[in-house]
């Protein structure tokens, strides 16, 4: 089993900056992937990034554009999502996913293990 705890939401203006964080346990995570995930009210949850936790690949939506930054830190088993110049479209509960291995990491079906998610407003 894996847990994941997200945190790091709020609300914000059009412009600004926050950093997700999402705290992993529970089995050494060498041969998995991590991701976000979103989801805007009336709205399916939507990829955003994903890393592979041994090499660090990433792999980003196309409409994150450079403003989001995945990373991992395995020193404090931590991923994070720093993102940049937001816009009220971000607007969204944001999710921290967990899945075995580095194949579809764009596939929300693929991921095994999802946290409860940290809500990020973004106000114009």
């Known amino acids: 089993q894996v847990q994941l705890v997200e945190s790091g939401g709020g609300s914000v203006k059009a412009g600004d900056s926050l950093r997700l964080s999402c705290l992993v346990s529970?089995?050494?995570?060498?041969?998995?992937?991590m991701a976000w995930f979103r989801q805007a009210p009336g709205k399916e949850r939507e990829f955003v990034s994903a890393i592979t936790w041994f090499g660090g690949n990433t792999y980003d939506a196309d409409f994150v554009k450079g403003r989001f930054t995945i990373s991992r830190d395995p020193a404090k088993n931590r991923v994070y999502l720093q993102m940049n110049n937001l816009e009220p479209e971000d607007t969204a509960v944001y999710y921290c996913?967990?899945?075995?291995?580095?194949?579809?990491?764009?596939?929300?079906?693929?991921?095994?293990?999802w946290g409860l998610g940290t809500q990020v407003t973004v106000s114009s």
């Open positions: 529970g089995r050494t995570l060498d041969s998995y992937a």
């Open positions: 996913a967990a899945k075995y291995g580095s194949a579809t990491l764009g596939s929300l079906s693929a991921y095994d293990y």
